[in-house]
Every structure is written in structure tokens, then in C-alpha cells.
């Protein structure tokens, strides 16, 4: 059963927030064109609300023609998103304002218009760096307003410094030439107390044809940061001091035991490879972890047969790129306790039959 939390949470000053759905058919926009303005999609709901609370909760707002609470087409779980189609434009139009924001359990649920994807509304998210540490995210979206309409925008901090900027964020704008326009005029630009050039470029999705190579380029800077513990494909941790609980194993070896076989997006979303945990973590420990970032729709945890102990790394599956990779961002390198994890996009060999 889902409750409802609290009610209605303050609006961004860009209105409701969009989000790009690997694979999927639609993106959402604060605005609309004539044939979309009675179909909503709403983002982030939480994994075991049922399509009968999904349907009853934007019932009570106006006549339905049709709603989908999107499942996994294997497992049948809730992929955290949804579609619903109203009779009535006005209630569509009411269903933004009246539930977009809304938090149910630990999720903040987002509605929105949703509208045919194009190539003027795709590809349109920048990835920012070298941005001033005590730039916020209210003065990096009045800094990229100037450029067109800001859809969502997001600061990574840092989880060990009580939050701190890392000087990154992301900027999804309306339209793709939107967002090339911000390149020509902020790329290598220096905002106000900013010591340094910013550089301001598209955050695309890693292609299966790149993403070995992004894979391997995460490997080998983790393996230059831990002394060594994580090398790609064959070769073996190589420092037991680190890691004295886990026998050796090779990321090949590791990655074919989660059942998945991919360098990038599911069906399902985009898989997360979480090395380091404790033999005592849990399921629970990785919703908690990924939780904030996003919409998690699943998480494994890899245990020993014999003792139900973890193996020391574990599955998660993030139903968007671009929370993923900012899941990524902020969590490799993050304490655990006593315990430094390692996070990456999961990658696995391909096997010939």
C-alpha cells in the first residue's frame, strides 16, 4: 500500500521537471502541443505502488481514458513511471498542479506533459565542470536561462563533506539547439567566482560501441586510486591489505553472476556495478544508497551459498542515464564505514555461443 506523505512540495522556478527515459518513447516538458495535452507521464513512483493505486490516485482527479503503470517485461516489476491519458484537458492540466511534487513514501513524484520524442527535444542535457564550489543550483539555472528553457538541473556534492559542491552539475534543456547554444557561450567562459574556465558539453548516453572503452577508463582510475585493487577484464585484485575478506575474482567472473548481459541500458534501465560492501550489507543498504538519486527499480546484493554473507559487491538498476551516471559520480570513492566503495556502470565479456 502506498501513502501518501505529505502534500504538495514548492515548484522549481522552471516548473515541473522532465526526464529522459533510456529506450523509452517519450520525453516530458513543462509545455505541450494540440495532440498532447491530456497525456501526462509521471516519473518516480515507488516501486510497489500496484496500477490500481496508480489509477485511483489520478482518478481522483478527472475522467481517465487510459493509464499504464510501466512493468518490467521479465520480471514484472514496476519500472518507477507511468502514463495517464485524461478525457479532459483541463484535468490534465489540473493533475500538474496538483500532483506534481507530491511525495509518496520515500519517492517525490513527477508529472508532467508527455510528448513524441524529435530530434529538436533529444540530446539536449549539458554536463558542467569546473563550476565555482560555492555556486548553487538556483545560480548555475539563472546562469544557462539566458540560452533557453531549463527542464532540470543538478549540483553533485560531495556525500563525505556535509554535502559541498564538487563543482559539477548537469543541465537538460528543452530543446537540443537550446543547449548548443549554451556551449557557444558558456564553454570555456569564466562565470562570476569562478577561478577557473568552466567547460560546458553534451552528457551523452555511452554507446555500446564506447562503452567498453568508458568502462575500462573507470577501471584503471580506480585501480590508480585504490593502489590497485580493481583491474579490467583478466587480471585479478592484486591488493589482499585492501580487501582481505573477498577471494580473488575477476570483473568478468563478477558481472556474469548478476544474470544480465550488457555494456549499457536494459530493458529495464541502466546497471550499476557496486564493489567494497561489507559482508554484512544488504539490499536495503543499496536503496539507500541510490534512492536519492533517482528511480532504483531493482537492487541485488551477491551472497556466498554457503554462509548468505555478502560477496563484497552487488547490482543496481537506475531506470535513467543521466541519474546514474550522477549516482556514479557521487557514490565512487564515498565511505562506507570503515569500507571506500567502488561504482561504476556495470560492463560484462561477450561470450560466444
Known sequence: MVTIISTMETQVSNGPSGTSLPNGPVISTNGSTDDSKTNLIVNYLPQNMTQEEFKSLFGSIGEIESCKLVRDKITGQSLGYGFVNYVDPNDADKAINTLNGLKLQTKTIKVSYARPSSASIRDANL????????????????????????????????????????????????????????????????????????????????SQKTGQALLTQLYQTAARRYTGPLHH?????????????FSPITIDSMTSLAGVNLTGPTGAGWCIFVYNLSPEADESVLWQLFGPFGAVTNVKVIRDFTTNKCKGFGFVTMTNYDEAAMAIASLNGYRLGDRVLQVSFKTSKQHKA
Do not use: W
Open 127 to 206: 554536463y558542467v565542470s569546473g563550476l565555482p564550489k560555492t555556486m548553487s543550483q538556483k545560480d548555475m539555472e539563472q546562469l544557462f536561462s539566458q540560452y533557453g528553457r531549463i527542464i532540470t538541473s543538478r549540483i553533485l556534492v560531495d556525500q563525505v563533506t556535509a554535502g559541498i559542491s564538487r563543482g559539477v552539475g548537469f543541465i537538460r534543456f528543452d530543446k537540443r539547439n537550446e543547449a548548443e547554444e549554451a556551449i557557444k557561450g558558456l564553454n570555456g567562459q569564466k562565470p562570476l567566482g569562478a577561478a577557473e574556465p568552466i567547460t560546458v558539453k553534451f552528457a551523452n548516453n555511452p
Open 233 to 245: 577484464q583478466t587480471q585479478r585484485f592484486s591488493s589482499p591489505a585492501l580487501f582481505p575478506r
